[in-house]
């Protein structure tokens, strides 16, 4: 089963975000994401110093089974991206919220967290995507 | 619900991620895709098949039945449990499937091993084409069959059996079977690796997966079949080819015997290979980062001249490899539209990997 970390932040597109105590907001995909991918295989991260907006496209992350976009959860400027995932990127597979994080921002409006799932809620979106 | 094998309750025992395949439910992968196909290159792996069609074909016309039923010639088995590859054509040289059949003790006995999302037409395919024959065409849902394929396969499958058995299987070469007690032993595969195809009574399957399992043969899903097979340059029924093709359009010209021989199809066959046929099925190679998959288009310049049929990012050789169907005059440089952006690709000559190496060559050309 997937595991659905209390402590983070949810998008409907299978992100999490996690806001940081230097106020930067850290992005990677779920582990019901990476679950339903398969072992992924390349991963495109966005510049450093891109600035996004909320739900615009931030990278694409292959997998055995398909291509799929990966959106910022927030609006913000890209501050870090985790250079592992480009030789490692089964790292994604192995530890979807903690070595295999994507990218970090530095949010425009840090409350727009507020407006993304919570852990529970994002639970009940993954088990009705099942249910179809 | 889909139909299920006998294999079913092991596949979710095993924390299977089960897919519709055909109709059937299947196990995709058991937690990693590429450590299973990672397994079946290095070690020993086991892929439950059995959703596959075994057709057994009897009686006095059947070899004359199959010389007429399929494009590769059935005269070319020429003793007991020997087997070969061939396309089933319709009057237009269209491919309704691919198969393997093996010969039995006599030219009289046949089993054919054709694809499940095929089954219903080609049953009834094969029962329209044999009314003027003398032959019992039988379809054997009893059967399972279990694929055991790697290098060290044939160590596993010899821990099955008793001192016959274990002496049939070393005499068989590739594309041979021997029958050992009520099990077909063939060193069949869809893998590019050495391999041993077990076809079965169903009841007996679970207990054979299991002792292959407990002796650390690793389980490989469908997604993993599927990269390991186009790895070995292997077509898909129904994604590589299908009946608005001809074998000279599939890169399967090998499977056609033109000389005394006439079956059905083998006029437009004729034809198509005086006139030139239209299309390629050809390998290609993207070296760079991403992943070419089916139906994305393949460029000669500005020019589109085809799409990818089948595409992955090979495992063993850690970059992408496709198969696409071109022009047959495309030439130059290629590229594969991917999310709108050109991407170079190579053309080269399948298979990609066969027993573990890279072996594709460059295509000559233009």
Redesign the interface.
Known sequence: MAEFPGDLKYAESHEWARLEADGTITVGITDHAQESL??V??V?LPEVGTELDAKAEAG?V?S????SDIYAPVSGTVTAVNSKLEDEP?TV?ESPYDDGWFFKLQPKDVGELDSLLSADEYETVCENEEDH | MGQRTPIYPLHVEAGAKMVDFGGWDMP??YG???EEHHAVRRDVGICDVSHMTVVDVAGKDARAFLRHLLANDVARLDAKGKALYSPMLNEAGGILDDLIVYRGETDASYRLVVNCATRDKDLKWIAAQSSAFDVEVKERQDLAILAVQGPNSLEHVKALLDADGVSRLEGLVPFTSADWQDWMLARTGYTGEVGIEIILPGEAAPAVWRRLTAAGVAPVGL?ARD?LRLEAGMNLYGQDMDETVTPYESNIAFTVVLDDHEFVGATRLREQKVAGAPRRLTGLVMTT???L?AHYPVFAGDQQVGEITSG??SPTLSHSIALARLDQGATGDLAVS??GKMHPVIEVRPPFVRNGKQVYKPARRG
């Open positions: 398969g072992d295989v390349f495109e694409v292959e055995v089974k398909a291509a089964e597979n | 995709i992968h990693s895709q590429i997604g990269t980062r991403g992943v998959r992955a990012f991917i999310r």
